[in-house]
Protein backbone atom coordinates (compact mmCIF):
# COMPACT_ATOMS: atom_id res chain seq x y z
CA UNK A 1 0.00 0.00 0.00
CA UNK A 2 1.97 3.65 -1.06
CA UNK A 3 2.08 6.35 1.02
CA UNK A 4 0.61 9.66 0.96
CA UNK A 5 2.10 12.71 1.99
CA UNK A 6 0.70 14.86 4.60
CA UNK A 7 3.98 17.87 4.40
CA UNK A 8 7.44 18.58 2.69
CA UNK A 9 10.04 21.03 2.99
CA UNK A 10 12.41 21.99 0.98
CA UNK A 11 15.57 22.81 2.47
CA UNK A 12 18.72 24.02 0.89
CA UNK A 13 22.18 24.43 2.46
CA UNK A 14 25.74 22.62 3.43
CA UNK A 15 25.07 19.66 5.74
CA UNK A 16 28.38 18.50 7.71
CA UNK A 17 28.36 15.86 9.85
CA UNK A 18 28.02 18.18 12.78
CA UNK A 19 25.01 19.88 11.08
CA UNK A 20 23.48 16.79 9.80
CA UNK A 21 23.96 15.09 13.45
CA UNK A 22 22.07 18.59 15.01
CA UNK A 23 18.97 18.36 12.38
CA UNK A 24 18.06 14.52 13.72
CA UNK A 25 19.04 15.72 17.50
CA UNK A 26 16.17 18.33 16.99
CA UNK A 27 13.62 16.49 14.92
CA UNK A 28 13.95 13.00 16.68
CA UNK A 29 15.33 11.27 14.10
CA UNK A 30 16.94 8.20 14.08
CA UNK A 31 20.13 8.00 11.60
CA UNK A 32 20.23 6.93 8.52
CA UNK A 33 22.89 7.08 5.38
CA UNK A 34 26.35 7.89 5.03
CA UNK A 35 27.37 11.41 3.59
CA UNK A 36 30.29 10.56 1.56
CA UNK A 37 27.74 7.47 -0.09
CA UNK A 38 25.61 9.15 -3.10
CA UNK A 39 23.22 6.45 -3.33
CA UNK A 40 21.88 7.05 0.43
CA UNK A 41 19.00 9.02 -0.08
CA UNK A 42 17.76 8.37 3.04
CA UNK A 43 19.13 10.12 6.15
CA UNK A 44 16.74 10.11 8.88
CA UNK A 45 13.24 8.78 10.13
CA UNK A 46 10.97 8.96 13.37
CA UNK A 47 7.84 7.02 13.35
CA UNK A 48 4.75 9.66 15.09
CA UNK A 49 2.51 6.90 14.77
CA UNK A 50 2.65 3.08 13.19
CA UNK A 51 1.75 4.19 10.03
CA UNK A 52 2.78 7.85 10.35
CA UNK A 53 6.36 8.59 9.56
CA UNK A 54 8.55 11.88 9.41
CA UNK A 55 11.94 11.22 7.29
CA UNK A 56 14.98 13.56 5.77
CA UNK A 57 16.08 13.12 2.20
CA UNK A 58 18.96 14.55 0.41
CA UNK A 59 18.51 15.17 -3.19
CA UNK A 60 21.66 16.68 -4.00
CA UNK A 61 24.54 17.10 -2.02
CA UNK A 62 23.27 20.78 -0.46
CA UNK A 63 19.32 19.72 -1.39
CA UNK A 64 17.53 18.11 1.16
CA UNK A 65 13.56 17.41 1.85
CA UNK A 66 11.77 16.58 4.74
CA UNK A 67 8.32 14.53 4.26
CA UNK A 68 5.76 13.55 6.59
CA UNK A 69 3.65 10.70 5.24
CA UNK A 70 1.00 8.14 6.68
CA UNK A 71 -0.10 5.03 5.56
CA UNK A 72 -3.92 5.21 6.21
CA UNK A 73 -5.29 7.57 8.38
CA UNK A 74 -3.73 10.93 7.84
CA UNK A 75 -2.24 12.68 10.55
CA UNK A 76 -4.34 15.65 12.74
CA UNK A 77 -3.90 18.76 11.53
CA UNK A 78 -1.78 19.82 14.68
CA UNK A 79 0.24 17.03 14.08
CA UNK A 80 1.10 18.63 11.04
CA UNK A 81 1.52 21.76 11.72
CA UNK A 82 3.90 21.18 14.94
CA UNK A 83 5.95 18.70 12.67
CA UNK A 84 5.95 22.51 10.43
CA UNK A 85 6.85 24.57 12.59
CA UNK A 86 9.67 22.47 14.41
CA UNK A 87 11.28 21.88 10.43
CA UNK A 88 11.26 25.66 10.46
CA UNK A 89 13.16 26.15 13.65
CA UNK A 90 15.63 23.78 12.96
CA UNK A 91 16.29 25.21 9.49
CA UNK A 92 16.69 28.64 11.43
CA UNK A 93 18.77 27.62 14.35
CA UNK A 94 21.02 26.26 11.85
CA UNK A 95 21.07 28.42 9.03
CA UNK A 96 19.30 26.36 6.61
CA UNK A 97 17.55 27.83 3.93
CA UNK A 98 13.31 27.11 3.61
CA UNK A 99 12.86 26.83 -0.03
CA UNK A 100 9.15 25.30 -0.28
CA UNK A 101 6.55 24.52 2.15
CA UNK A 102 3.77 21.97 1.21
CA UNK A 103 0.64 20.54 3.24
CA UNK A 104 -1.38 18.63 1.66
CA UNK A 105 -5.22 20.27 1.81
CA UNK A 106 -6.84 16.49 3.06
CA UNK A 107 -5.28 16.64 6.27
CA UNK A 108 -8.13 16.51 9.00
CA UNK A 109 -8.65 19.47 11.76
CA UNK A 110 -7.08 19.48 14.68
CA UNK A 111 -8.74 17.75 17.70
CA UNK A 112 -11.55 19.93 19.73
CA UNK A 113 -13.53 19.15 22.21
CA UNK A 114 -17.25 18.40 21.12
CA UNK A 115 -19.65 20.87 21.28
CA UNK A 116 -21.28 21.13 24.33
CA UNK A 117 -24.87 20.20 24.46
CA UNK A 118 -28.03 22.29 24.61
Keep these: MPMHLALSVKLRGEMPPAKLLA ?25 LR ?25 PAADTVERCRLD ?18 RGTPPARTSPPPSA
Excluded: K, N
Excluded at 36 to 46: K, L, T
Excluded at 87 to 103: C, K, P, Q, Y
Design 87 to 104: ILDAAARLGLTVESVWVS
Design 23 to 47: VRELLGLTPDGRLDDEDDASFGHRA
Design 50 to 74: QDVLLDLYRHRDAEWRLRLTYLSEP
